[in-house]
């Protein structure tokens, strides 16, 4: 999502402007607060009069690049100009062997044959901690090989569904009882299951079902075979809003640091309620989706984060069919580091695309 004026503006700027411009953003990206022209003329590498830089700051105001937060304030670059600076000055490098290697070998902490969430939990810790942000990780639900389901009444219309996967894994899902179930219809839909319908994944589970109903029908009555539809036929089903996916989010302490006033507080507020809807997983998937590598979203840029004014930098990461069955990235403030943060990113997204086809 490139700021598509940030050519004719680049040449518009002559050395002194990019300068001064440079060291706004640079700045603010830094310490969040706004630069002056004094001490801006003290760290440029010409000689200016705080009288000159004030009037390139004048320009680049006029240009929309930055604004003054306050009266006779410094200057902080608008959205605007941290886009331009994204794409006309950023310089993302790559990453040295050492820092691999500590990616590496913090995504890969947990221990082998644990569930794949404990690695994706590891990925976004990883990222929390090289950011001033929070690290996402989002994947669609897998389907795990079943090895045993159990019905756990919780109260006489409820009860608990209990699927262990072949690596341990163990998914929970509460499911509405039809009426009249019995603790012995319970136990024997369970039966049922663990007789004939483990070794399988969800789907297989589904369609299997399907086949077998009039099997079913002769060795269950009528509401230990209605059990076992709503506790797993409907299990994986989407119900029409798309794959469940599931979101793993760390650092959100990081984004409490700097906050000024009931605003930022409100802004943060959005940001979590944002990230809680079903709908923005599937928004932050499409995003990854939707160009190639690591890409920066800035404030109102998209949507999703359009009220909460933050910033996402994400990517996206396949299986060994290349189809993108998630994305990796780190949500934060404006002033994220965007220069180190991405080449982390990408990197991160290429390990967990290695990791998911040849699991721990």
Do not use: C
């Amino acid at each position: 999502m490139a700021f598509s004026a940030s050519t004719a503006t680049e040449s518009i700027l002559d050395d002194r402007s990019r300068e001064i411009f440079r060291r706004i953003v640079e700045s603010y990206l830094e310490n969040g607060e706004p630069l002056g022209s004094r001490n801006l003329s003290r760290l440029l590498p010409m000689s200016l009069s705080p009288a000159s830089v004030r009037n390139v700051m004048s320009d680049l105001e006029e240009l929309g690049l930055i604004y003054s937060p306050h009266i006779s304030a410094g200057r902080l670059p608008t959205q605007t100009g941290l886009r331009f600076f994204v794409d006309a000055f950023m310089q993302v490098g790559d990453l040295s062997p050492e820092e691999r290697a500590n990616i590496d070998r913090e995504v890969r902490a947990s221990d082998r044959g644990q569930p794949i969430e404990s690695m994706l939990t590891e990925a976004s810790r990883m990222l929390s901690g090289v950011s001033r942000g929070a690290g996402i990780v989002i994947t669609s639900k897998s389907d795990p090989v079943l090895k045993h389901v159990e019905f756990i009444r919780l109260e006489p219309t409820k009860a608990l569904a209990i699927l262990v996967g072949e690596h341990n894994q163990v998914e929970n899902r509460v499911i509405d009882l039809p009426s009249g179930v019995t603790s012995s219809q319970l136990t024997e839909a369970a039966n049922y299951v663990n007789a004939h319908l483990t070794g399988q994944t969800l789907p297989g589970l589904r369609s299997q079902i399907t086949s077998l109903k009039e099997q079913v029908k002769g060795e269950l009555d009528a509401l230990s075979q209605d059990l076992v539809a709503r506790g797993l036929a409907v299990w994986s089903g989407d119900n029409g809003e798309g794959k469940p996916a599931q979101l793993i989010v760390r650092g959100r302490a990081n984004l409490l640091q700097g906050l000024e006033g009931a605003d930022d507080m409100d802004r943060l507020r959005l940001l979590f309620d944002d990230l809680e809807k079903k709908d923005s997983l599937i928004e932050i998937l499409d995003l990854a989706e939707s160009g190639p590598g690591v890409r920066i979203f800035i404030g109102s840029e998209n949507k999703l984060f359009s009220l909460s004014g933050s910033s996402l930098i994400v990517a996206p990461y396949r299986d060994g069919e290349d189809r993108i069955v998630g994305a990796v990235g780190v949500i934060g403030p404006t002033r994220l580091n965007y220069s180190r943060i991405v080449p982390m990113v990408d990197y991160t997204a290429q390990l967990l695309a290695r990791m998911s086809r040849n699991p721990l």
